[in-house]
T-cell receptor, first 115, second 115 residues
Framework: AQTVTQSQPEMSVQEAETVTLSCTYD???????LFWYKQPPSRQMILVIR??????QNATENRFSVNFQKAAKSFSLKISDSQLGDAAMYFC????????????FGTGTRLTIIP | DTGVSQDPRHKITKRGQNVTFRCDPI?????LYWYRQTLGQGPEFLTY????????KSRLLSDRFSAERPKGSFSTLEIQRTEQGDSAMYLC?????????????FGPGTRLTVT
């Protein structure tokens, strides 16, 4: 079974600075997707960024980028120019490309933005 | 496209009572997932449907839980004889199968409190 580990329960960053959230995962599969989801307080979870395992190039979405190290099974999220609206729980998630394609989530990192 | 909706948003019930939650997915989405999220944890997969067929159930889904998706549209999740351990946020997500892989869109969740 796949597992996802987020070792930082809480992180904080000054507004406009850069922060990196860590995620490691364990799998024996070679074809899968990795995701970062954002869950603002009392609001629904939304997708931030997605990485396909067979693509070597790291995904980027505006101020959000990932550092995907397949051999190390590491998938960190970098948020540049942090904004107050970035404050949320961030979940790393794994999805196999076989079977039911359910998401397996980590325990999350609570990100606080300091004005 | 109004997104995934869930009803009710909050439910307080007494131990031993039955509760039913509803999820309305994005209209053209053919996959629907249920997850459970307890405090301080990431969501955990419960079950999923492809159209009206329930294709997989997690071992977390005891025999007190049942889910349906009649006609492949909305879905209901029923918990019979609720226990305090059932207190959690129940999340629904929907997706559309595509060659590029699917993105799961989450609803706002139903927060269940069992007293």
């Amino acid at each position: 079974a796949q597992t996802v580990t987020q070792s930082q329960p809480e992180m904080s960053v000054q507004e406009a600075e850069t922060v990196t959230l860590s995620c490691t995962y364990d799998t024996s599969e070679s074809d899968y997707y990795l995701f970062w989801y954002k869950q603002p307080p009392s609001r629904q979870m939304i997708l931030v960024i997605r990485q396909e395992a067979y693509k070597q190039q790291n995904a980027t979405e505006n101020r959000f980028s990932v550092n995907f190290q397949k051999a190390a099974k590491s998938f960190s999220l970098k948020i540049s120019d942090s904004q107050l609206g970035d404050a949320a729980m961030y979940f790393c998630a794994y999805r196999s490309n076989f079977g039911n394609e359910k998401l397996t989530f980590g325990t999350g990192t609570r990100l606080t933005i300091i004005p | 496209d109004t997104g995934v909706s869930q009803d009710p948003r909050h439910k307080i019930t007494k131990r031993g009572q039955n509760v039913t939650f509803r999820c309305d997915p994005i209209s053209e989405h053919n996959r629907l997932y249920w997850y459970r999220q307890t405090l301080g944890q990431g969501p955990e997969f419960l079950t999923y449907f492809q159209n009206e067929a329930q294709l997989e159930k997690s071992r977390l889904l005891s025999d007190r839980f049942s889910a349906e998706r009649p006609k492949g549209s909305f879905s209901t999740l029923e918990i019979q004889r609720t226990e305090q351990g059932d207190s959690a946020m129940y999340l629904c997500a929907s997706s559309l199968i595509s060659p590029r892989g699917e993105e799961q869109y989450f609803g706002p969740g139903t927060r269940l409190t069992v007293t």
